[in-house]
């Protein structure tokens, strides 16, 4: 008998294709009524019933009372995150590529992940967040950099409340159309609210697609050459306290 915690109940619930679908529905982060989910699916709302009971049963989703309506969504971003890695072993394991919709290029520049940015633009960002020194690797996992707390308040984002929420600041997450890890975690999910803020992008109804408008992916971009352009500016007045520095030692001399 294998070790440790039987992964087939879980996995059997996630294979099922309704169930599948209503997960993959949620991922886009807005909480859905069973009506809404049954009919993203394709079954009957007998139907969809039964499957929104296994889910619950098994964590993976929950349920909010709202007047008459209940409304469903994922249990948490780890939930999320377990459905983003299977969905990049899902595109992985396709001998040919698949045909896909005229969609399909908007949803892997940049999309929803739960509650952050995922695609080509959050990997991106998450590149040049690590490029910059905002993150460290410390054991396996993330952690900000005294400089990345400088750099979130000051494009806006508040630190002290990301810290303070029930869940993980800042973890990895590994994309599944770039194969490459985007940020998730309060800071993602601060970062995303903050881009729409901006009016710098808009998520696409009915998809989890994140439209970008042209100035707002060349402002958010900027954020990254403005990094640049200190780190230029801090060299620079290195250089000139060091020339100062043997400026005076020479003199002493």
């Known amino acids: 008998m294998a070790e440790g915690p039987n992964i087939t109940r879980i996995a059997a619930l996630i294979g099922d294709n309704a169930r599948a679908e209503v997960l993959s ?73 698949p045909l896909f919709g005229p969609r399909e290029p908007a949803l892997r520049k940049a999309r929803v992940c739960y509650d952050h940015l995922a695609g080509e633009l959050g990997v991106w960002v998450f590149q040049e967040m690590l490029r910059h020194g905002l993150f460290q690797r410390d054991d396996g996992g993330l952690a900000l950099t005294q400089r990345g707390r400088e750099w979130f308040e000051r494009i806006g984002i508040d630190t002290e409340q990301a810290v303070a929420q029930k869940r993980a600041l800042c973890r990895e997450c590994l994309d599944w159309s770039e194969r490459r890890y985007h940020l998730a975690g309060a800071l993602g999910a601060a970062l995303l609210c903050r881009i729409q803020e901006q009016g710098w992008a808009q998520r696409e109804k009915g998809s989890r697609t994140i439209v970008f408008t042209q100035e707002g992916e060349k402002s958010l971009r900027a954020l990254f050459s403005l990094e640049r352009v200190e780190e230029r500016r801090t060299v620079q007045e290195r250089a000139v306290q060091d020339r100062a520095t043997r400026d005076r030692t020479a003199k002493a001399v």
């Not at 809404?36 to 009971?53: K, N, P, Y």
């Open 25 to 97: 529905a949620l991922m886009g982060g807005h909480a859905l009524t069973a009506t809404e989910l049954a009919d993203m699916s394709g079954v009957t709302r007998q139907t969809i019933s039964s499957h929104l009971g296994k889910l619950r049963e098994a964590g993976l989703i929950e349920v909010a009372q709202q007047g008459r309506h209940r409304y469903f969504r994922l249990a948490g971003d780890e939930v999320a995150e377990l459905l983003e890695s299977l969905m990049g072993l899902a595109a992985s394991s396709v001998p040919v590529p």
